[in-house]
Structures are given as structure tokens and as C-alpha cells.
């Protein structure tokens, strides 16, 4: 039986002025002083010096075509399909502020189907 590794989906995002806002004081917040940062929220700078924003399954809910992050507000997803498998587990959210612009990930583990007495 072989378990499957953790997946990373990308999704597109429609960046509002109010999210962009809340970034960018939780980016300087967390330059300022890191423990200032709400819990289940982590903050880092990618080896290419971008803002890479985490935030574990136990401060974000998913609704039908947006996404709310505690301490940070909605960020609305463009196209209606799922961000993950229904059973998944060890949910996180990845906001990466790239040369592109804001990039939105989603990374889960895929629930384990077990086949038993299969003849």
C-alpha cells in the first residue's frame, strides 16, 4: 500500500485593494516585530527575498469561490472548481508575492482509500 505525498495546487486569486492592504501591513508587521504575527500564520522571505505567507488549516475556511484567512480577510477565487479533495488532511494556505504578482497555492495530503478484501 503506498501513501501519497503531500500535493500543491495553485489557484487563481482576484487581488482586491483591501487584500493588498492587509498584505502589506502584515508584511511590515512582520518586519517590525515577527511575534506579532496572529497565530497559525507564519511569515518568511524565499531564498529569491519574496514575502511567502503561510497559514495552517486552523485559522482559514473555504466558501464556494473565496477563501477567509483570520487576521488577514477574504481572498476571492477565480473559477469555482475545489481547492482540495473532500477527506484531505494537513491543509495550508501559501500566499507568495513573486515578480508576477500575488500567487496562491493550496498544499494537502490526498485521503488514503484503502482497499480491503478486493477479489
Do not use: Y
Request: glycine content about 6%; aromatic content about 6%; charged content about 25%.
Amino acid at each position: 500500500m503506498s501513501h501519497h505525498k503531500s500535493r500543491e495546487v495553485v489557484l487563481p486569486i482576484r487581488m482586491t485593494p483591501e487584500l493588498h492592504a492587509a498584505l502589506d501591513a502584515l508584511r511590515e508587521t512582520w518586519r517590525r516585530d515577527p511575534a506579532a504575527i496572529p497565530r497559525g500564520l507564519s511569515c518568511s522571505q524565499s531564498k529569491e527575498g519574496a514575502f511567502v505567507l503561510v497559514a495552517a488549516e486552523s485559522v482559514f475556511v473555504t466558501l464556494p469561490g473565496a477563501c477567509v484567512v483570520k487576521g488577514l480577510g477574504a481572498i476571492e477565487l477565480i473559477g469555482s472548481e475545489p481547492l482540495f479533495e473532500p477527506g484531505a488532511a494537513s491543509k495550508t494556505l501559501v500566499l507568495r508575492d513573486t515578480d508576477e504578482g500575488w500567487r496562491f497555492s493550496v498544499k494537502f495530503v490526498p485521503p488514503i482509500v484503502r482497499e480491503r478484501n478486493t477479489k
